[in-house]
C-alpha cells in the first residue's frame, strides 16, 4: 500500500491558549510520527491553500469574506466556542488544502489511500458560518471537488467522530451524489442526528445517523459499522470514501463518554478500508476532526496510519481497552436497518 500523507506546520499557528482545539493536538501528533519512523515509508504531499471556488462550492461567499476579514483584523470569534486569530484565514486554506491534495494523488493514481493530518477540523461548519471548533468543511469541499475535477459521480462520507457532524450533513442533505454516515454520541452537542434524520428530496434516505448512547465501545461501533454502514455503502457503491476521522469517542477522551479504545479505532478503520477495496479500487482518504486527549491522539493518528499503510507494527494502545461494560446497542442497529430498509436480518 502507497500511503500519502499532508502535513504543513503552518496550522500549527492557528491555536488559542487554554481552548481544548489547540497546536498542541498536532505538534504532539507529529512528534509520536517522528519518533516512530513511519514517516520514512509514507509519501508526503505538499499542502496548497485551497482555491477560493472549492471552498465556495459548499460555503456561502458572504461567510468566507467575513472569515478572511476577521483574520485580517486579528481575529474574533464565529461562534462562543470557534475562535478566529491572525492566522486562521490561511490557515485554514491550508487545512482543506491538505485534503484536497491528499485526495488528488488518490484519484491520479499516485498513492492507494492517504490522511490529512490537518487543523481547524472542519465537520461542523454550516454553509453560512463556521460552528464547533470548525472554520471550513474540510470534507465537504473535498467531495465536491472529487466531483468537479475528477468528475466522480458518488462519494460516501464517514465520520466517526465522537459529535454529530452536522455541518456535513447540511451540506448534502438533499443531495443523492454524496451519501453521510455518521456515528456519535446522543443526545450530545450539537444536538443534531438522530435517527429519523435521513436526507430530504432527491436526497432522502442518502443521510445516514446512527445516534449512539453514552458508554458504546469496541463492540457496538463495530457492529454498527459491519450491520449499517457496509450494506449502505454496498447498495451506494461509492467511488470514494472519505473518512472524518474524530478520536474524541476513545474512553479517555475529556469531551465524551464513548468507550472505543485505539485498538477499536483500528478495526473501524480497516473495516472502511475493506469496503474502500470492495466498491472503489481501496481509494480512501481520511482526515482528522476531533480528539482531545493529547496523549491518546497520537496514538491513535499513529495507528491509524499504519492501519492505512499495512504496517506490520500494527496497533499502538498503551491504554487498552475501557474498563467494565459496554452498552448494548443492537435494539438501535436493527431500528437503524429498518429505517433504511436493510431488513430485519442481523447478518451480513
Ligand atoms: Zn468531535
Given at each position: 500500500?502507497?500511503?500519502?500523507?499532508?502535513?504543513?506546520?503552518?496550522?500549527?499557528?492557528?491555536?488559542?491558549?487554554?481552548?481544548?482545539?489547540?497546536?498542541?493536538?498536532?505538534?504532539?501528533?507529529?512528534?509520536?510520527?517522528?519518533?516512530?519512523?513511519?514517516?520514512?515509508?509514507?509519501?508526503?504531499?505538499?499542502?496548497?491553500?485551497?482555491?477560493?471556488?472549492?471552498?465556495?462550492?459548499?460555503?456561502?461567499?458572504?461567510?468566507?469574506?467575513?472569515?478572511?476579514?476577521?483574520?485580517?483584523?486579528?481575529?474574533?470569534?464565529?461562534?462562543?466556542?470557534?475562535?478566529v486569530v491572525g492566522a486562521t484565514w490561511q490557515a485554514s486554506l491550508l487545512a482543506a488544502g491538505g485534503l484536497l491534495a491528499v485526495v488528488d494523488s488518490v484519484l491520479n493514481g499516485k498513492a492507494d489511500n492517504g490522511f490529512a493530518l490537518v487543523r481547524p477540523p472542519g465537520h461542523?461548519?454550516?454553509?453560512?458560518?463556521?460552528?464547533?471548533?470548525?472554520?471550513?468543511?474540510?470534507?465537504?469541499?473535498?467531495?465536491?471537488?472529487?466531483?468537479?475535477?475528477?468528475?466522480?459521480?458518488?462519494?460516501?462520507?464517514?465520520d466517526f467522530d465522537v459529535h454529530h457532524g452536522n455541518g456535513t450533513q447540511e451540506m448534502f442533505w438533499d443531495d443523492p451524489s454524496v451519501l453521510v454516515f455518521n456515528t456519535h454520541q446522543f443526545p450530545y452537542y450539537p444536538g443534531s442526528g438522530s435517527l429519523d434524520e435521513t436526507g430530504a428530496g432527491p436526497g432522502q434516505g442518502y443521510t445516514v445517523n446512527l445516534p449512539l448512547p453514552p458508554g458504546v465501545g469496541d463492540e457496538g461501533y463495530l457492529a454498527a459499522f459491519q450491520q449499517v454502514l457496509a450494506p449502505v455503502a454496498r447498495r451506494f457503491q461509492p467511488e470514494l470514501i472519505l473518512l472524518s476521522a474524530g478520536y474524541d469517542a476513545h474512553w479517555m477522551d475529556p469531551l465524551a463518554q464513548e468507550r472505543l479504545s485505539v485498538t477499536g479505532y483500528a478495526a473501524l478503520v480497516e473495516e472502511v478500508m475493506g469496503l474502500a477495496e470492495e466498491l472503489c479500487g481501496g481509494r480512501l482518504v481520511t482526515t482528522l476532526e476531533g480528539g482531545y486527549n493529547l496523549d491518546v491522539l497520537p496514538h491513535c493518528v499513529l495507528t491509524t496510519l499504519r492501519t492505512l499503510s499495512e504496517d506490520p507494527a500494527g496497533v499502538s494502545d498503551p491504554f487498552g481497552p475501557a474498563p467494565g461494560q459496554e452498552a448494548d446497542i443492537s435494539e438501535l442497529l436493527a431500528a437503524a436497518r429498518r429505517v433504511h430498509g436493510l431488513g430485519d436480518s442481523r447478518n451480513r
Open positions: 500500500m502507497t500511503t500519502v500523507l499532508a502535513y504543513d506546520p503552518f496550522n500549527l499557528q492557528h491555536t488559542y491558549y487554554g481552548h481544548p482545539e489547540n497546536s498542541g493536538r498536532l505538534a504532539g501528533t507529529w512528534a509520536r510520527l517522528q519518533a516512530d519512523g513511519i514517516l520514512a515509508r509514507l509519501r508526503r504531499v505538499e499542502s496548497q491553500p485551497a482555491a477560493i471556488e472549492a471552498i465556495t462550492a459548499v460555503h456561502s461567499a458572504e461567510y468566507v469574506a467575513a472569515l478572511e476579514q476577521m483574520a485580517a483584523r486579528g481575529g474574533g470569534r464565529v461562534d462562543p466556542d470557534t475562535y461542523h461548519a454550516r454553509p453560512h458560518t463556521g460552528m464547533g471548533f470548525c472554520l471550513l468543511g474540510n470534507v465537504a469541499i473535498t467531495a465536491r471537488h472529487a466531483q468537479k475535477t475528477h468528475g466522480l459521480e458518488r462519494v460516501l462520507i464517514v
